[in-house]
C-alpha cells in the first residue's frame, strides 16, 4: 500500500503495540521510557524508508511491479529481447519473460491467456482470426527473408524463376546454376512458421506450387542458418535480421536483401512484424507497445537489423 507523503504506513500502529508492552499470563512488564523512545523512532525510519510506504510519483514508478509473457515468432526474438533488456533496465520491478517457439504459437498463446503478448512475423490465419476474433496487432517492424548459401558457394544471384524451381525440385543440381556439380540440399522452416508463410506467398502461391518433400525442415532462423553454414551444398531462407558473416545472401533478381531495398519495396520477399494482445492492451501491455514503438525502441529495432515501421 502507497499512502500520501508524510504519513505513515497504517501496521506501524501495530508495531508500536507491540513495543510498547510485552504481555503473559502471569506478568505485565513496561519498557524503560528511553528504550520505547528509542523503538518507536527505528519503527518510524523503518516503515519510512524500508518498506516504501511514503514516496513521491517518480519512487511509485521506479517500484511498481509489471509482468509481462512475451512468446512466439523467432524472428520477432531479437527485437522482443532487446526491447525487454533496455525497458527492464530503465523501468525498475519490471519482469519481462521473452520465448519463441513460433508465430502460430505467439497467435495461440496470446489467444488462450498463456502470453502477455504474442508475436508474429506473419499475418494471422483466416482460421486464426475465426478462432481468436479478439486478436488486436500491433506492426511493430518490417523484415526482409534472405536467401542464404554458404559462404564458399560460388553462386551469387538467383532469378525468382530459378528460386521457384529449387524450392520445387525442378533445379536440384548447383551445377544448372553456374555452380559445381553437386546435389542442392534445400532448407525449410517448418509449417507454420510465419518465415516459412512469407516466403511462400512470395516465391510460390504465384505458381501454385509448394516446397519439395525433399526440404530439411528446422523450427528456427538460427537454426537454418547453422545448417547453410554447416554445409557447401545447402539452401535456405531465413529473416534479414538473422543473416551474419557465417552464410551470404545471394542477389535475387539484381536485387540485394538489404535493409533500405525492404524499405523502397525492391526487394521481393519481405513482410511485416507483429506484436498481439488478446483485446485491446491493458495498463502495462500498452506501456511495453508504446515503448517498442517509440523513437528509442525503433533505433532498438534498427540495431537489431531489422527495419523500423513507419
Not at 509482468?67 to 529481447?81: N, R
Request: with cysteine.
Amino acid at each position: 500500500m502507497v499512502i500520501e507523503k508524510n504519513y505513515l504506513c497504517l501496521n506501524c500502529a501495530d508495531y508500536l503495540g507491540d513495543i510498547l508492552i510485552e504481555k503473559s499470563h502471569t506478568t505485565r512488564r513496561f519498557l524503560p521510557h528511553a528504550t520505547v523512545a528509542m523503538l518507536v523512532i527505528t519503527m518510524v525510519v523503518v516503515s519510512l524508508f524500508g518498506s516504501g510506504c511514503i514516496g513521491d510519483k517518480d519512487a511509485e514508478t521506479s517500484t511498481q511491479s509489471m509482468k509481462l509473457q512475451v512468446t512466439g515468432s523467432t524472428t520477432v526474438l531479437p527485437i522482443a529481447d532487446e526491447c525487454a533488456r533496455v525497458y527492464m533496465g530503465t523501468h525498475p520491478g519490471s519482469h519481462l519473460y521473452v520465448s519463441g517457439g513460433g508465430s502460430s504459437l505467439g497467435i495461440k498463446s496470446v489467444a488462450d491467456g498463456i502470453a502477455d503478448i504474442g508475436t508474429a512475423s506473419r499475418d494471422p490465419k483466416d482460421s486464426e482470426n475465426e478462432k481468436y476474433p479478439d486478436l488486436v496487432l500491433h506492426a511493430v517492424a518490417k523484415d526482409g527473408v534472405a536467401i542464404i548459401i554458404q559462404s564458399g558457394n560460388p553462386v551469387s544471384d538467383l532469378t525468382m524463376e530459378e528460386l521457384q524451381k529449387i524450392y520445387t525440385g525442378e533445379i536440384a543440381n548447383w551445377k544448372d546454376l553456374g555452380g559445381v556439380d553437386a546435389k542442392i540440399m534445400v532448407v525449410s522452416r517448418e509449417e507454420g512458421s510465419g518465415t516459412r508463410d512469407c516466403f511462400e506467398q512470395a516465391v510460390l502461391k504465384p505458381i501454385k506450387q509448394e516446397i519439395t518433400d525433399y526440404a530439411v525442415i528446422q523450427d528456427s532462423n538460427g537454426k537454418i542458418r547453422t545448417t547453410v553454414a554447416g554445409n557447401k551444398d545447402a539452401i535456405g531462407f531465413i529473416s534479414l535480421g538473422y543473416v551474419n558473416s557465417d552464410v551470404r545472401a545471394v542477389k535475387l533478381d539484381d536485387v540485394e536483401p538489404t535493409v533500405e531495398n525492404v524499405r523502397n519495396g525492391e526487394y521481393a520477399i519481405s513482410r511485416t512484424l507483429w506484436m498481439l494482445t488478446n483485446g485491446d492492451p491493458d495498463e502495462d501491455e500498452r506501456a511495453f507497445l508504446n515503448f517498442v514503438l517509440s523513437d528509442a525502441g525503433q533505433k532498438l529495432v534498427l540495431d537489431v537489423h531489422f527495419i523500423p515501421v513507419e
